[in-house]
């Protein structure tokens, strides 16, 4: 600081009396000349001491005399110069100082306060007064009744989602009138939400919270109209909570459907595996399985929609086309796993049924003999009926030996179906031919022994008659008629068999008829009495 700044700065100032010779000065009432400049503005020194009297008036100077120029003086001191003072003096230099220190303090306290006013206005939507009294109040409450409102519209969208999976999983596995039941009241319950939600995007949309110029009226009626939404929300939720909790059973069935369903599906796809590599297996040991192999082919279909899933096929026909698969799957598996058991069976029935055909074509040409003895010993009633034995047996032996020629070149074709019907047929054959072969063979034993005593028949069915009357009258003191009519009946027809035995020539044939007759008459109310009393018991 220079010599003369201190000697201007340690002068003891005279009361309210400026340092600054552009400083505003009081003037006089009287009007300035208008050639009189103005006053350049100054910026008040704060090392300037303040007046001894603030209280006391500046005493006016007395009004120049017209067309001239006043002098700006101090009141109480001495006259200042009439003119500006150069911008090098120390005085000047100073509050240049002064004013630049103010601008960098202004430039500093700026910027903060635009730090703390921007984020309240962006987080607002926009600039708001800072003291807004009432209308302030009103808005805080409706935004909070808004926030309310919106997380109870989260809560019931959710609910709603989720409710929907349950439904769509409870519809999918079950179409009984209890799940259709459900999905209609919840699609009840979807048009309620829809209205509520309705209402509260309404309430949202016609009120906007953040304009600057809000009432404290339309604050109150959207505060109002939000907590009116948000009730509706709450106690449409509560409808949904409360329907929920009744979906458990059926959701339970639906849930426990769907978990059976993917392991039915790979259990589908692994019978259909094992029975592709057993049909591998089979051709490779030079067996043809054509008839297996497009049954297989005729489940690849089936296996392209267990692949397109549920969704696009329904759950519950998922898993009975699932089960059907495994079914078909295993039968071809087990059947091509048999195949070469079954190639050695068939070769071993063709040896068998040939053996057989043979053996029976020796027999048949020795009814001829047989029916020769019985035409000589007995009457025409024992034997005509076997006429025609020796020529039947002899057509069903060719027929036999053509089907098995026929069985054989189906086996070397590998035709199994076809090698087994033919192999069935010749036995058919077989066992009639070989019936009727030992049939003339039994006649003639039967007659034989009949001929050469006809007692031991005659005791054989009167023992089965009084077994009979005894069983009839156990623990009654008279028979049933039910049952001794027939037993009756019996005794009177084996005496007429007996009756026929005398003569010349007797027909034991029918002797032995009658005899056989009696004996299942008797055998029948014997099945009856037991019958009836196993039921009274």
Known sequence: MTAREREVTATPAEPYTPRVPSARQPQSRAPHPPTAPAPPPHRPDSLTRPPANPTARPTPA???????????????????????????????????????????????????????????AFAGGGTRRWFGGRAEGQRAEAQAAKDAAAAAFYELDTAQRDLRISIETITAVDDSPGARHTADGFAALGRRIDEVSHQYINA??????????????????????LTAAKTELDRVKQELDRFAQGLGPLLGKAETQLARLVPAVERARQGLLAASNALDAVRGSGLKADDLAARLAA???????????????????????????????????????????RAAEIDHRLVSLRTRAEALGTRAEQVPQVLSELRRRFVAACWQDLQQVPDQAARDVEQAQLKLREARAARDGQRWPDATSLLSTVR???????????????????????????????????????????LAMAGRSTPDPRHARPLDESVARLDRAIATLEGRHPDYWHFLSETEAVRQAVARVVDQIRKERGAGA
């Open 62 to 120: 007395p009004a120049p005399a017209p067309g001239t120029d006043a002098p700006v003086s101090r009141p109480g001191g001495p006259a200042p110069h009439t003119q500006r003072p150069s911008l090098r003096s120390p005085v000047t230099r100073r509050v240049r100082r002064r004013a630049a220190a103010l601008d960098r303090a202004v430039l500093i306290v700026l910027p903060l306060l635009a730090g703390l006013v921007l984020p309240a």
């Open 204 to 225: 949202v949309d016609a009120h906007d919270l953040d304009r600057d110029d809000l009432e404290a009226s339309a604050a109150a009626r959207a505060r109002t109209e």
């Open 299 to 341: 489940l690849a279909p089936e296996l392209t929609k267990l692949n397109q899933g549920a969704g696009q096929h329904g759950v519950r026909e998922t898993l009975e086309r699932a089960d059907r698969v495994v079914r078909e799957a295993e039968a071809v598996r087990a059947e091509a796993e048999r195949l070469p058991e």
């Open 428 to 470: 058919a054959l077989l066992n009639h031919t070989d019936e009727a072969v030992s049939a003339a063979g039994d006649r003639l034993r039967r007659l034989n022994a009949v001929q050469k005593d006809s007692q031991q028949e005659i005791d054989r069915t009167r023992f089965a008659i009084r077994d009979a009357q005894r």
